[in-house]
């Protein structure tokens, strides 16, 4: 079964300070990678995504993931993180069944960035 | 645009009562899904479907049942609820697309409280 790992619960961070939250994948075949974001009381939010082509994807809000095949990984990074920044991580894997394609999530990474 | 509609925000149920979630999305997408999230488990998927009156069942299927009579509606029922179901409940919808590259959309989430 296709599926993502994030190995942290909590990543704390100060703000301007390069922030990096980390995912790992298995796949059989190519992977679709995503990140999503979740703020308090709300919905999940799309980030950004990796499908082909350039390892380093820029998204929304400044932040920007790198696809390493060879780590099989998809980490998430912002050069300066903000306060504002602070809110739930999730990373995860698009992939196609018999019945459609299904998304798979990690189990998520809470970001705090203090100022 | 309204995009992914939950209803209601808010529910406490008693044990072995019964209730539906009802998920509105006005883009018309083909992929709906249903998640369920509780902490440090991620999210983890209910139920999708692929098309109108069409519906699979995900990693927790077991005590939900689901419907999609009309393409823009996806409902999730509980018959019977347990304590074990309190939860907050995501709904999702996307572009159906031959590959798996599209992100999903989400509702803002229903905070569900089995007593």
């Known amino acids: 079964a296709q599926s993502v790992a994030q190995p942290e619960d909590q990543v704390n961070v100060a703000e301007g300070n390069p922030l990096t939250v980390k995912c790992t994948y298995s796949v059989s075949g190519n992977p679709y990678l995503f990140w999503y974001v979740q703020y308090p009381n709300r919905g999940l939010q799309f980030l950004l995504k990796?499908?082909?082509?350039?390892?380093l994807v820029k998204g929304s809000y400044g932040f920007e993931a790198e696809f390493n095949k060879s780590q099989t990984s998809f980490h998430l990074k912002k050069p300066s993180a903000l306060v504002s920044d602070s809110a739930l991580y999730f990373c995860a894997v698009r992939w196609i069944t018999g019945g459609g394609n299904k998304l798979t999530f990690g189990t998520g990474t809470q970001l705090k960035v203090e100022l | 645009n309204a995009g992914v509609t939950q209803t209601p925000k808010f529910r406490v149920l008693k044990t072995g009562q019964s209730m539906t979630l009802l998920c509105a999305q006005d883009?018309?997408?083909?992929?709906m899904y249903w998640y369920r999230q509780d902490p440090g488990m991620g999210l983890r998927l209910i139920h999708y479907s692929v098309g109108e009156g069409t519906t699979a069942k995900g990693e927790v299927p077991d005590g939900y049942n689901v419907s999609r009579l009309k393409k823009q509606n996806f409902l999730l029922g509980l018959e019977s609820a347990a304590p074990s179901q309190t939860s907050v409940y995501f709904c999702?919808?996307?572009?159906?697309?031959?590959?798996?590259?599209?992100?999903?959309?989400f509702g803002q989430g229903t905070r569900l409280t089995v007593v």
């Open positions: 999702a919808s996307s572009y159906r697309t031959m590959k798996a590259d599209t992100e999903a959309f």
């Open positions: 990796y499908i082909t082509g350039d390892n």
């Open positions: 883009m018309n997408h083909e992929y």
